[in-house]
């Protein structure tokens, strides 16, 4: 009997592991896009990309994450490219939720969203983008992001 759990709990585990590998080759893929486009990132604490995008004109830069693992929606895979914009103590006196929810409607790629105490510009796009459209969004994520801190902060360029 004991034989035949253990035997049971090791098939379960090599399972598990198999499917975890299409996981970590997802990762590889977004290393493997930004890589292409010459995109310098480095790996965060929860396993997502972390990009600073600079705007030296303007002596700002703005931090941008690709996402380092998907969500499944009804089989498609999704990645999210998001970035912050403020912390809603000490910046948000300049914006409300009404505010965000209208810049959301106009936005024709990405959304206004709260997580914590941080206002966050976020896009998800299936996973399948090429390196040229992660490229893009990046860019799309940043500057959003960058000017809405910029509104709400003035001169300060915390992220």
């Given at each position: 009997m004991r034989m035949t759990i253990s035997l049971s709990c090791m098939i379960l585990l090599a399972g598990t592991l198999l499917l975890a590998v299409p996981a970590m080759a997802a990762d590889t893929d977004v290393a493997a896009r930004l890589d292409a486009s010459g995109i310098k990132y480095e790996i965060d604490d929860d396993g997502d990309y972390k990009i600073t995008v600079g705007y030296k004109d303007q002596d700002r830069s703005q931090m941008v994450f690709v996402s380092g693992g998907t969500e499944n929606v009804m089989g498609l895979?999704?990645?999210?490219?998001?970035?912050?914009?403020?912390?809603?103590?000490?910046?948000?006196?300049?914006?409300?939720?009404?505010?965000?929810?209208?810049?959301?409607?106009?936005?024709?790629?990405?959304?206004?969203?709260?997580?914590?105490?941080?206002?966050?510009?976020?896009?998800?796009l299936p996973e399948d983008m090429d390196a040229d459209t992660l490229e893009t969004v990046l860019n799309i994520v940043a500057q959003t992001a960058d000017d809405e801190e910029l509104e709400l902060t003035g001169d300060r360029d915390e992220f």
């Open positions: 895979r999704v990645r999210e490219v998001f970035s912050p914009a403020a912390r809603l103590e000490a910046d948000a006196s300049g914006g409300n939720g009404a505010d965000w929810l209208a810049k959301s409607a106009m936005s024709k790629l990405g959304s206004w969203e709260l997580r914590g105490k941080v206002l966050w510009f976020v896009v998800k």
